[in-house]
């Protein structure tokens, strides 16, 4: 609890500590597990070997967890930061399989546009940017961009993917 409140505070280097004294007491929470990976997404570098290592230690745990959707897009977001915030296939595969669970969340289903549009996988990237505008008709661009303002990794990403931007305008999704 006090590592998440850490985090949540934006307090991450102290968050990152109390998940390590959280994980000797408990290492089979998957609160844990995804409050160590949420904490990693506050550093301006996140660590994608701990992302990974922490999403697939959660999925060992509770494949079938109706969050484990967070817990593949992790993988995927580790597969990004790895390959200097471009997508590639292992990317575009955690996106696709994390947006299988009904309950996947708008950010990661326009993870996946994104991954499916870098990746050339223009049929996937239709059929996901038709459930991103189902899940919420009023996405666009820019609200998407507004989004995810908050992370201090933002504009690197930005300037990676500033062309898949204009892809999504092109395959129909408004600017504003």
């Not at 089979?28 to 660590?47: I, R, T, Y």
């Not at 009904?102 to 223009?122: L, Y």
């Amino acid at each position: 609890m006090r590592a998440g409140l850490l985090n949540f505070l934006g307090r991450y280097r102290d968050a990152e500590d109390a998940f390590a004294v959280a994980e000797r007491l408990n290492p089979n929470s998957l609160v844990l597990w995804m409050g160590q990976a949420n904490a990693q997404f506050g550093f301006e570098d996140p660590d994608p070997e701990i992302l990974e290592t922490v999403a697939r230690k959660a999925l060992r745990l509770s494949p079938q967890d109706p969050q484990a959707f967070l817990f593949y897009n992790m993988i995927g977001a580790a597969h990004l930061i790895r390959n200097s915030w471009v997508y590639d296939e292992a990317s575009a595969d955690a996106y696709a399989m994390a947006c299988r669970f009904p309950n996947a969340n708008e950010t990661i289903i326009s993870n996946t546009v994104f991954a499916c549009v870098q990746t050339g996988r223009q049929d996937d990237a239709i059929h996901h940017l038709r459930m991103l505008l189902r899940k919420n008709p009023d996405t666009t661009v820019n609200l998407i961009r507004e989004r995810n303002e908050r992370y201090k990794w933002m504009p690197r990403f930005l300037a990676k993917n500033a062309d898949v931007f204009e892809k999504l305008v092109e395959l129909g999704l408004p600017r504003e």
